[in-house]
């Protein structure tokens, strides 16, 4: 779940640092309840069939309707590469190693890492990434310190909702609900209460994250989506001389752990989803990540601004899924004693309709 802060997440967490200071913080943490309880539904399904999300739908509605679940899933995944791609650019120029170098070395990097590997193999190296990611923004924490802004900021503002918006997009990613329910498969270990306590400290640690960057990025003032990668280095050495390196770790850490995750998760995903065994996974995404790497190398455009446009079509792209993952985790014929029932369909089913309404108020205040 740590994945989830992947460049993207970064970038609009360190957006609204930018333009709103602390102000956003209590919504970040708000986050926690829809994050953990719409997860919380994709790891018990996979904990209690053995079998990931794609080949649930597929199973107990139609091929059609899988596809139609994870092909929307896997068009965006795309996108998503490109937007992982740009962060792994931007924190290794801040390190400073150019993208020409840097992009083929991810890509490489992150194919061979699940190639003919066992999963719990990756998921260690991924805990290891993880922890890098982690100990790199707590060290610019540490570095910035914590300064008398406000942590409550509310406003009717076109750019204050598309904020909320955005921040309300990157805290389930649609690839999430496939990857955990086939990760958690694929594992076939543990239990429904170790899945939730599980996912409960990674929806904790993972918004905690995202308020670490939110202080972290305060002094940018002129917002980050405006800042070269130069720029961006100049404005976060007041922080100090290693602030713009340690940043540039953590987006380069996030990045890559993301490319892992969406690869897994979209190709999982659709492989399930047309019926085919998991183990021809690897060729998916093999495949998938390739045009957005092209495509990153040769674009000169500022791709950071369409990152918090991507933020928010995330939240209408997660409905089909989530709709039918809801529906499954409530289905007593597929999950017997443990499907979803009183407080804890209740839950889902606001916690959905929660991140779904906020990016319906963004639209509607845009377009005024």
């Known amino acids: 779940m740590i994945a989830d802060v992947d460049a993207a997440s970064i970038i609009t967490a360190a957006e609204t640092g930018a333009l709103y200071h602390y102000g956003l913080i209590w919504f970040l943490f ?44 896997a068009i965006t995944d795309v996108f998503t590469y490109i937007t992982e791609y740009v962060g792994i650019a931007i924190g290794m120029e801040l390190i400073g190693i150019s993208p020409i170098v840097s992009l083929p070395i991810a ?29 790199s923004y707590v060290a610019s924490l540490f570095m910035k310190g914590i300064m008398n802004y406000s942590t409550f900021q509310f406003s009717l503002s076109p750019s204050f909702l598309f904020l909320i918006a955005a921040n309300a997009g990157a805290v389930v990613m649609p690839f999430m609900p496939f990857y955990q329910a086939s990760a958690t498969a694929e594992k076939n270990a543990g239990t429904v209460r170790s899945s939730r306590i599980e996912t409960l400290l990674g929806a904790i640690v993972s918004e905690m994250l995202m308020v670490t960057i939110v202080i972290v990025s305060t002094d940018l003032d002129s917002g980050l989506t405006l800042l070269s990668p130069k720029q961006l280095a100049a404005s976060l050495a007041v922080a100090g001389q290693y602030a713009p390196w340690l940043f540039g770790v953590g987006l380069v850490a996030a990045a890559f752990l993301a490319l892992i995750v969406i690869s897994l998760g979209s190709a999982w ?52 899924p989530a709709v039918i993952m809801g529906l499954i985790a409530s289905n007593q014929r597929v999950m017997g004693e443990h499907a979803s029932r009183g407080f804890w369909k209740i839950a889902y089913w606001l916690s959905l309709g929660f991140v779904v309404a906020l990016g319906i108020v963004s639209v509607v205040a845009s377009s005024l």
């Open 107 to 135: 890509y490489l990097l992150h194919v061979l890492l699940v190639y003919r590997r066992g999963y719990v193999v990756v998921e260690k190296v991924m805990l290891g990434i993880s922890a890098i990611l982690l100990a």
């Open 269 to 320: 995903g659709l492989v399930e989803a047309i019926g085919w065994p998991r183990s021809r996974a690897f060729w998916v995404y093999f495949v998938e990540s390739i045009p957005a790497l092209i495509a990153t190398m040769i674009l000169t455009a500022n791709l950071l601004a369409a990152i918090l446009n991507l933020m928010l079509v995330f939240v209408f792209v997660l409905i089909g």
């Open 30 to 73: 708000l986050l926690i309840i829809p994050l953990f309880f719409i997860q919380e539904a994709s790891g018990r399904i996979g904990v209690v069939t053995h079998k990931g999300l794609g080949e649930i739908v597929r199973e107990n509605y139609s091929g059609k309707t899988a596809l139609f679940a994870a092909v929307p899933m």
